[in-house]
Nanobody, 115 residues
Framework: QVQLVESGGGLVQPGGSLRLSCAAS????????MQWYRQAPGKERELVAA???????NYADSVKGRFTISRDNTKNTLYLQMNSLKPDDTAVYYC?????????WGQGIQVTVSS
């Protein structure tokens, strides 16, 4: 099992930046895949970015070149650096950890991009 707690969300103007953090309750070095998802009002939850234990990453086309996912195994924390934010990035962002038999989700954190 693992508990995940997101932080770092809030209100930001278009073009601004935010860094989301996801603190895990256990060692994450053995967790193969960790991801960030988001869900905007009236839309389905979508994958934003993923990172493997080896450090390989992949991104949704809509965030490529603007968002960077990373993990710090010494701090048991997953990050999402978000730059050049757009109003369309407004959503609740969730982190997820894929263990062998089950996926675990954080409670989500709101990101609002508005002037």
């Amino acid at each position: 099992q693992v508990q995940l707690v997101e932080s770092g969300g809030g209100l930001v103007q278009p073009g601004g930046s935010l860094r989301l953090s996801c603190a895990a309750s256990r060692r994450i070095s053995s967790i193969n895949y960790m991801q960030w998802y988001r869900q905007a009002p009236g839309k389905e939850r979508e994958l934003v970015a993923a990172i493997s234990s080896a450090g390989s990453t992949n991104y949704a086309d809509s965030v490529k070149g603007r968002f960077t996912i990373s993990r710090d195994n010494t701090k048991n924390t997953l990050y999402l650096q978000m730059n050049s934010l757009k109003p369309d990035d407004t959503a609740v962002y969730y982190c997820r950890a894929d263990l062998i038999l089950q996926a675990y989700w954080g409670q989500g954190i709101q990101v609002t991009v508005s002037s």
